[in-house]
């Protein structure tokens, strides 16, 4: 073997995106049964799916969305792993925010372009072709982002492709003072302690919480930095605001925020 020229990585082998419909909702795959993403066709804007609304209850936590104008330029959202792109969509036309997302596999991007209705990019979006890993780890992405929202799945859907804590190190870098993060995780999987624990060992205890999970599953967790949690009627009150504006449901997300469980903040 010749030792002049060091083999380069190979890069990782990534599932093709597929799309199927049913009952008028179009749904996003990679090469499996298992949804990835999905979008009503007469309600392009809506979060369709109750998890990815659920990921939206960094809403409730921001003090950037609920300072307004009064906060200065456009706060940033930034989204590692498109799905299909509701997200995205959301925080680009209905809060109107800068817009980042981080997707690694180009048929994701392709196919929420041609079928998820992903505007193409302008001044308030970028769609980049990346490594979410790597893009919280570059150095002039810290403390650029106001929300992340972070769901990195594969094909196989098992447990997060980005997981460990140096991950969640770069996603703390990268979020400025203020900023919350969201991620989606199984919560009835083994993996969820592990995770969880990981995420509270970077942000600490008390700069963390969960949504209960869902029917299938999916518990939110929230993490956030440089402020201390709002008392309950204050996030009543933000509740009420959200809902009114942008008719979510963040009335329930109040009632299911918790703190970890114990068992998950020891976990190793």
């Given at each position: 073997m010749?030792?002049?020229?060091?083999?380069?990585a190979?890069?990782?082998?990534?599932a093709?995106?597929?799309?199927?419909?049913?009952d008028?909702i179009?749904?996003?795959?990679?090469?499996?049964?298992?949804?990835?993403?999905?979008m009503?066709?007469?309600?392009?804007?809506?979060?369709?799916?109750?998890?990815?609304?659920?990921?939206?209850a960094?809403t409730l936590?921001?003090?950037?969305l609920h300072?307004?104008?009064?906060?200065g330029?456009?706060?940033?959202?930034?989204?590692?792993?498109?799905g299909a792109?509701?997200?995205?969509k959301?925080?680009?036309?209905?809060?109107?925010?800068?817009?980042?997302?981080?997707?690694?596999?180009?048929?994701?991007?392709?196919a929420?372009?041609l079928?998820?209705?992903l505007?193409?990019?302008?001044?308030r979006?970028?769609?980049?072709?990346?490594?979410?890993g790597?893009?919280?780890?570059?150095?002039?992405?810290?403390?650029?982002?106001?929300?992340?929202?972070?769901?990195?799945y594969?094909h196989?859907?098992?447990?997060?492709?980005l997981?460990?804590?140096?991950?969640?190190?770069?996603?703390?870098?990268?979020?400025?003072?203020?900023?919350?993060?969201?991620?989606?995780?199984?919560?009835r999987d083994?993996?969820?302690?592990?995770?969880?624990?990981?995420?509270?060992?970077?942000?600490?205890?008390?700069?963390?919480?969960?949504?209960?999970p869902?029917?299938?599953?999916?518990?939110?967790?929230?993490?956030?930095?440089?402020?201390?949690?709002?008392?309950r009627?204050?996030?009543?009150?933000?509740?009420?605001?959200?809902?009114a504006?942008?008719?979510l449901?963040?009335?329930?997300?109040v009632?299911?925020?918790?703190?970890?469980?114990?068992?998950?903040?020891?976990a190793?």
């Open positions: 010749s030792r002049s020229a060091p083999r380069r190979r890069p990782p082998t990534l093709p995106a597929t799309v199927s419909e049913s008028g179009r749904y996003l795959h990679l090469g499996t049964s298992w949804v990835q993403g999905a009503r066709l007469a309600k392009p804007q809506r979060l369709e799916l109750e998890y990815v609304q659920r990921m939206m960094w936590l921001s003090p950037r300072a307004g104008d009064a906060a330029e456009s706060p940033h959202a930034v989204q590692l792993g498109l792109a509701s997200i995205t959301f925080c680009h036309r209905k809060l109107r925010w800068r817009c980042t997302a981080v997707e690694i596999n180009a048929s994701v991007i392709s929420c372009r079928w998820f209705r505007p193409a990019d302008d001044a979006l970028a769609v980049l072709e990346a490594d979410a790597a893009w919280v780890a570059e150095p002039a992405h810290a403390a650029t982002a106001d929300a992340l929202c972070v769901d990195l594969d196989e859907a098992a447990a997060p492709v997981d460990d804590e140096a991950f969640y190190r770069g996603c703390h870098a990268a979020l400025a003072d203020g900023g919350v993060m969201s991620v989606n995780l199984f919560g083994v993996s969820f302690g592990r995770s969880a624990a990981r995420i509270a060992a970077v942000f600490g205890d008390a700069r963390t919480a969960m949504l209960r869902t029917r299938e599953g999916n518990t939110i967790v929230l993490a956030w930095k440089g402020f201390a949690r709002p008392p009627e204050v996030l009543e009150r933000r509740a009420d605001a959200i809902v504006a942008w008719d449901p963040a009335r329930k997300w009632k299911l925020l918790q703190n970890l469980p114990e068992r998950t903040v020891t190793a």
